[in-house]
């Protein structure tokens, strides 16, 4: 019943940023944890980067440094902010709502997906 539609993918050589958006058809604000998740192709879907609605974050050990999560509940937008792109970080990112209970991070719905493919 959520709708998220991710926007801001695209081609970018090897060290440059993109930022992807996430507009999400409900109050984000009613929502404990948003997420970014991506798979590569032949690859399995993984977490990349988590935000709860008390703005603790949570990022895969790859990614972490590069990549910075943020949440607009105003807009109900959620962003992903990557810098210093690897081609490695190819893949079809998808924006997700989930829980956060303690320190686990639990997501059940995501949205379409776009692309981003980082050259070398």
């Known amino acids: 019943q959520v709708q998220l539609v991710e926007s801001g993918g695209g081609l970018v050589q090897a060290g440059g940023s993109l930022r992807l958006s996430c507009a999400a058809s409900v109050s984000i604000s009613r929502i404990s944890a948003m997420g970014w998740y991506r798979q590569a192709p032949g690859q399995t879907r993984e977490f990349v980067a988590g935000?709860?609605?008390?703005?603790?974050?949570n990022y895969v050990d790859s990614v972490r440094g590069r990549f910075t999560i943020s949440r607009d509940n105003a807009k109900n937008m959620v962003y992903l902010q990557m810098n210093s792109l690897k081609p490695e970080d190819t893949a079809v990112y998808y924006c997700a709502t989930g829980r956060l209970y303690g320190s686990n991070w639990s997501f059940d719905y995501w949205g379409q997906g776009t692309q981003v493919t980082v050259s070398s």
């Open positions: 935000i709860s609605s008390g703005g603790s974050t």
